[in-house]
């Protein structure tokens, strides 16, 4: 049996998980290739580091040009992260011949353009299926399985870390900084949480899960985005008692001008499938123009779930190497000189309904000054609920849900709000989608 020769950049969470999976399922990935695989070199930063996988009889080194440059290397695997070092990694790998897979979306979201090009003149493969959503295969469901399709929109549940976090706080007395501590624990979050947190790892996802959608190129820096680490325990109680769950969401869509880009925490009717996916799960959701709804679900972050989609890339690569370039499927699904580089509208442009919680003195006529506010606006409100807070503070708390409104509408209008003496603190705001519900 013929062996496919890997070089492995990092052994961390996602670099161990696919090392274990290699060990252990041999046998069964030989089964599916009528080859094998055999892991030549692994690069790592620390060599005196103990590891919970067994690399007896694996060459181990602190220098990474030497997997990349490695003359027995058939496919280098990037599971070491960032968008410096691996990016000229990788660019090496390519000009050596190496094919490539990786679960790095910084990368792919900040730099695929110009490494696919790369790839494609030295007629070398870059598989990323692990990049997105962990262990859901859906960036190989989209890019072929919708390819009769005109995909209208997109939405999903991008981030394991920051759906555990939302889900975790629904219970009582969850601290933020604690359930973040646990998600690292388990494997879920980026090297600096702050990725998860403010929704910069989503919007790398997003970025890619739009180009293969809509066939546009990457535009990462085009994305709007927003973290969840102003969301409140009260928040979350409101919108449980309102029928919604609050999700992070990264959601593209086609509009009449361009394409709408955007991760944000969104409040989705409970009624919706998506609204029900919890803990360190994924769900993305792809409308076509023929299929309609669809909805991809399954973990998106950890160890086991990540280097599934890693060594099926792996598998994938092998099966197609010694095919040239041109008859594969395309890196984002669409000919690389068919890619649009389409405008991305300012998040001023969408149009959707929101949920507004302030603070406001326990006045007469206060909600008569807010409601003549959002009126003047011409934004009517469907739901108003008030709940007083404690005696000395004198406040109450406000939430109301309004109709659809133009986003730049309604920042006038919380402008405005704001400036009133009533209003104490921030008022904040967040996102309704019913995502065709
Ligand atoms: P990690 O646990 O921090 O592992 C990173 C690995 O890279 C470590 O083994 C580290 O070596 C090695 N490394 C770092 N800098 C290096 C250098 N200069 N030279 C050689 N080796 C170096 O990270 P991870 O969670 O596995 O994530 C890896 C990649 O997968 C990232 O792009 C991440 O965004 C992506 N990803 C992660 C997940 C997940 O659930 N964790 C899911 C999808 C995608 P030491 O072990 O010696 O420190
Ligand atoms: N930190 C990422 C997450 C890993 O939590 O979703 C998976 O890409």
Not at 109 to 133: D, M, R, T, W
Request: proline letters at 3%; one cysteine or more.
């Amino acid at each position: 049996m013929k062996t496919v020769k890997i070089g492995l950049l990092g052994l961390g969470t996602v670099g161990g998980g696919a090392l274990n999976i290699i060990q252990h399922t041999l046998p069964e990935i030989e089964r599916r290739l009528g080859q094998s695989i055999e892991v030549a070199i692994i690069a790592v930063r620390d060599l005196t580091r103990t590891r919970s996988v067994d690399t007896q009889n694996i060459p181990l080194t602190d220098n990474a040009t030497e997997v990349v440059n490695h003359p027995d290397v058939d496919i280098v695997v990037e599971l070491m992260g960032g968008t410096g070092l691996a990016k000229s990694l990788l660019e090496t790998a390519i000009q050596n011949g190496k094919h490539i897979v990786t679960a790095n979306k910084a990368l792919i979201a900040e730099h695929g353009n110009a490494l696919f090009a790369l790839a494609k003149k030295h007629n070398v493969i870059i598989s990323y299926e692990a990049a997105v959503a962990g262990g859901i295969p859906v960036i190989k469901a989209m890019r072929e399985g919708l390819a009769a399709n005109k995909v209208e929109w997109v939405a999903g549940i991008i981030n394991g870390t920051g759906n555990y976090i939302l889900t975790e706080m629904k219970k009582p007395g969850a601290d933020f900084a604690a359930v973040l501590k646990v998600a690292q624990e388990l494997g879920y979050a980026e090297a600096d949480p702050t990725f998860d947190v403010e929704g910069i790892d989503a919007a790398h996802k997003l970025t890619i899960l739009a180009s293969i959608a809509f066939g546009i190129e990457l535009q990462f820096n085009k994305v709007y985005t927003e973290g969840i680490s102003q969301i409140t325990a009260d928040d979350i109680r409101f919108a449980e008692q309102l029928d919604y769950e609050i999700k992070h969401l990264g959601v593209a869509s086609r509009l009449e001008n361009g394409f709408s880009l955007r991760v944000h925490p969104t409040m989705v009717p409970k009624s919706v499938l998506i609204a029900n996916v919890s803990g360190v799960m994924n769900a993305v959701m792809a409308f076509g123009n023929h299929v309609g709804p669809t909805m991809y679900y399954g973990p998106g972050a950890g160890a086991g779930p990540t280097a599934s989609s890693v060594v099926a890339d792996i598998v994938e690569v092998i099966r197609w190497k010694e095919q040239p370039i041109d008859v594969q499927v395309p890196a984002l699904g669409f000919a690389l000189d068919q890619l649009q580089s389409a405008p991305v509208v300012s998040i001023d442009e969408i149009e959707t309904s929101y949920y507004l919680r302030c603070f406001a003195k326990d006045h007469v006529g206060v909600l008569a000054k807010i409601t003549a506010i959002l009126a003047d606006s011409n934004i009517s409100i469907e739901h108003l609920h008030q709940e007083p807070c404690s005696q000395e503070a004198n406040a109450a708390t406000l939430v109301i849900i309004t109709n659809h409104v133009k986003e730049s509408l309604l920042n006038t209008a919380i402008e405005t709000l704001s400036e009133l003496d009533d209003i104490e603190g921030d008022i904040m705001r967040i996102r309704i989608e019913s995502l065709g519900a």
